[in-house]
């Protein structure tokens, strides 16, 4: 049980890293497109 | 001797109790381990900490599922992110490669007018009209062709028998008829021809009876003879025999499309002794001596017939026996 929990833990940070790393990206990928769309119009 | 020292009967029990700590606080280095005058009570609490631990794991797991959730909702609104970015991108990169081709094809659409513009004034220069075919043999062949149409056109009014339906003006030219159509302003057809006295001739003629009175012809000529003209005898010979060149105003209508100057001719009215005005030969012709020369010579001619004498006597005695009558 400890060994789960522990994985259970390390799964979690590690989720938690990859979703911090999306937020970021979407982020960036927001503001690109925003630029994009400005030079556009 | 004392075993002691050789056996160690201590348990060594250490339960880390870290996990009932922040979920996220894993890192934490473990308590320092409690002092064996505590193990007793150590193994009492172990049990009640044993459930907690299962609770603690379950809301792992639940924070774990809704990480993960929120992880695979950003995943996809990254993806969609992504399409949205490369379309738009894709937009931008059409617009920024279709500016630069019109920035090119402007001038050569302008080189273009200005050829197209180089070329409609070389055919207005050379043929005089706005016509916008542009091959080698048109541009050759149009000079030829409506220059001379253009240039002169002019109407003739011949007055024919009444039984005559025929649309054939006798003017001295040798005509092909090529066509006939019915004008919706006249119930007669009218009939074109061509001259076909020499082939490179571009004269037309346009042969129709009138609105007003159906016996007399209007020829409408367009184009001027390259060619010599034939004996004019045959123009006051025939039916057209009271054809005279007069330049009496016509009463049908001209030509308005027409560029070059018009010309009426008409041939319905009879000739007076004043009017050689236009034209040479019937000038000659009409002169007092000339005249009185044909005056005698039609009397002696009629004179001499027995024919004309007995119809002339019976007309005259007819012509008094009805008076006496009535």
């Given at each position: 049980?400890?060994?789960?929990?522990?994985?259970?833990?390390?799964?979690?940070?590690?989720?938690?890293?990859?979703n911090?790393?999306?937020?970021?990206?979407?982020?960036?990928?927001?503001?690109?497109?925003?630029?994009?769309?400005?030079?556009?119009? | 001797?004392?075993?002691?020292?050789?056996?160690?009967?201590?348990?060594?029990?250490?339960?880390?109790?870290?996990?009932?700590?922040?979920l996220?606080?894993?890192?934490?280095?473990?308590?320092?381990?409690?002092?064996?005058?505590?193990?007793?009570?150590?193994?009492?609490?172990?049990?009640?900490?044993?459930?907690?631990?299962?609770?603690?794991?379950?809301?792992?797991?639940?924070?774990?599922?809704r990480?993960?959730?929120?992880?695979k909702?950003?995943?996809?609104?990254?993806?969609?992110?992504?399409?949205?970015?490369?379309?738009?991108?894709?937009?931008?990169?059409?617009?920024?490669?279709?500016?630069?081709?019109?920035?090119?094809?402007?001038?050569?659409?302008?080189?273009?007018?200005?050829?197209?513009?180089?070329?409609?004034?070389?055919?207005?220069?050379?043929?005089?009209?706005?016509?916008?075919?542009?091959?080698?043999?048109?541009?050759?062949?149009?000079?030829?062709?409506?220059?001379?149409?253009?240039?002169?056109?002019?109407?003739?009014?011949?007055?024919?028998?009444?039984?005559?339906?025929?649309?054939?003006?006798?003017?001295?030219?040798?005509w092909?008829?090529?066509?006939?159509?019915?004008?919706?302003?006249?119930?007669?057809?009218?009939?074109?021809?061509?001259?076909?006295?020499?082939?490179?001739?571009?004269?037309?003629?346009?042969?129709?009876?009138?609105?007003?009175?159906?016996?007399?012809?209007?020829?409408?000529?367009?184009?001027?003879?390259?060619?010599?003209?034939?004996?004019?005898?045959?123009?006051?010979?025939?039916?057209?025999?009271?054809?005279?060149?007069?330049?009496?105003?016509?009463?049908?209508?001209?030509?308005?499309?027409?560029?070059?100057?018009?010309?009426?001719?008409d041939?319905?009215?009879?000739?007076?002794g004043?009017?050689?005005?236009?034209?040479?030969?019937?000038?000659?012709?009409?002169?007092?001596d000339?005249?009185?020369?044909?005056?005698?010579?039609?009397?002696?001619?009629?004179?001499?017939?027995?024919?004309?004498?007995?119809?002339?006597?019976?007309?005259?005695?007819?012509?008094?026996?009805?008076?006496?009558?009535?």
């Amino acid at each position: 049980k400890q060994e789960n929990t522990s994985a259970l833990v390390e799964e979690l940070n590690r989720v938690s890293a990859e979703n911090k790393k999306l937020t970021e990206m979407l982020t960036m990928m927001c503001e690109n497109y925003n630029s994009l769309r400005n030079q556009l119009a | 001797m004392d075993y002691s020292s050789y056996v160690d009967t201590s348990l060594d029990l250490n339960c880390k109790p870290n996990y009932s700590r922040d979920l996220y606080d894993a890192a934490l280095p473990p308590p320092p381990p409690p002092p064996k005058k505590e193990l007793e009570s150590k193994f009492i609490d172990f049990g009640m900490k044993l459930g907690a631990k299962q609770e603690n794991t379950s809301a792992l797991v639940e924070e774990l599922n809704r990480v993960s959730a929120e992880n695979k909702k950003l995943t996809e609104m990254l993806t969609m992110m992504c399409e949205n970015y490369n379309s738009l991108r894709n937009q931008l990169a059409e617009y920024m490669n279709k500016n630069p081709v019109e920035k090119e094809l402007s001038p050569s659409k302008k080189r273009k007018s200005e050829s197209s513009n180089n070329n409609s004034n070389n055919i207005i220069t050379t043929n005089g009209n706005s016509e916008s075919s542009s091959t080698d043999e048109e541009s050759c062949k149009k000079p030829r062709e409506e220059e001379p149409i253009k240039a002169k056109v002019w109407k003739t009014c011949v007055r024919t028998e009444a039984t005559d339906t025929s649309l054939i003006v006798k003017d001295g030219y040798q005509w092909r008829k090529y066509g006939q159509k019915v004008t919706r302003d006249n119930p007669s057809p009218r009939a074109y021809f061509k001259c076909s006295f020499a082939p490179s001739c571009p004269v037309k003629k346009k042969v129709q009876r009138s609105v007003d009175d159906q016996s007399i012809l209007v020829a409408t000529y367009e184009g001027e003879h390259n060619h010599p003209q034939p004996s004019q005898m045959e123009a006051t010979s025939g039916q057209n025999r009271g054809m005279a060149l007069s330049s009496v105003p016509c009463s049908t209508n001209s030509i308005s499309s027409s560029v070059g100057p018009n010309i009426t001719l008409d041939f319905t009215k009879p000739k007076s002794g004043n009017d050689n005005t236009k034209s040479a030969k019937p000038a000659r012709t009409e002169s007092p001596d000339v005249r009185k020369f044909l005056v005698d010579q039609m009397a002696s001619s009629l004179t001499k017939d027995p024919n004309f004498t007995a119809a002339l006597a019976a007309a005259i005695s007819g012509r008094i026996y009805q008076q006496k009558s009535s």
